[in-house]
Nanobody
Framework: QVQLVESGGGLVQPGGSLRLSCAASGIMFSIYAMEWYRQAPGKQRELVAGITSGGSTNYADSVKGRFTISRDNAKNTVYLQMNTLKPEDTAVYYC?????????WGQGTQVTVSS
């Protein structure tokens, strides 16, 4: 059974940092691309960042230069380092393992950026 478990969310002031983690189990993690999404209240879920099995990365324009996605295949974990956080980054953040046809989602972790 494939499981993805996110952690690291919380309340942070504007300009602060958080690091999200997503630990995978039940699957050969290293051969799959991983993505981070977020969903703010009343908005559609949006792609934030992705990383291929080979380590190539891509980012939404809104987070370029502030967020960094990385992976540790020895720990079956993908990370999202978020710096210079803004109130508009407030959302539930989800990780996704890209395995056709539907992939696998984590349960989400809340990130709130507020003073």
């Amino acid at each position: 059974q494939v499981q993805l478990v996110e952690s690291g969310g919380g309340l942070v002031q504007p300009g602060g940092s958080l690091r999200l983690s997503c630990a995978a189990s039940g699957i050969m993690f290293s051969i799959y691309a991983m993505e981070w999404y977020r969903q703010a209240p009343g908005k559609q879920r949006e792609l934030v960042a992705g990383i291929t099995s080979g380590g190539s990365t891509n980012y939404a324009d809104s987070v370029k230069g502030r967020f960094t996605i990385s992976r540790d295949n020895a720990k079956n974990t993908v990370y999202l380092q978020m710096n210079t956080l803004k109130p508009e980054d407030t959302a539930v953040y989800y990780c996704k393992l890209i395995r056709p046809p539907t992939g696998y989602w984590g349960q989400g972790t809340q990130v709130t950026v507020s003073s």
